[in-house]
């Protein structure tokens, strides 16, 4: 190892000579594909452990809770205030706004 350290100062301190330079970029490229295959590995890693994992409710629910349905009446109150809009919006289509020429 100290003499792994010693060669890479060797190469630092004249890292403008090409065969110094050529170890520096080897050591770079290495570097590189070693985080490269580290992150590949943790993602995976990840990806898998949270497929895997149950998903977990807080509060006291449950994932089958049931849902409030509507009642009749309030359902048709909404389709009539939907059709309301509806008309009023084709009202305001056809009548298009009169402005005043500015010039």
């Known amino acids: 190892m100290r003499d792994f350290i010693e060669s890479l100062r060797f190469a630092w301190a004249y890292r403008h000579n090409p065969e110094c330079m050529h170890g520096i970029a080897r050591l770079t490229w290495r570097l590189f594909v070693v985080l490269y295959i580290v992150s590949l590995l943790s993602f995976i890693g990840l990806g898998v452990w949270f497929f895997i994992s149950e998903p ?48």
């Open 56 to 103: 977990k409710v807080s509060d006291g629910a449950t994932v089958g809770d049931p849902v409030e349905t509507l009642s009749r009446e309030t359902l048709d109150t909404m389709i009539s205030d939907f059709e309301n809009r509806a008309t009023r919006f084709e009202q305001i289509k056809k009548e298009s706004p009169v402005f005043s020429d500015p010039s």
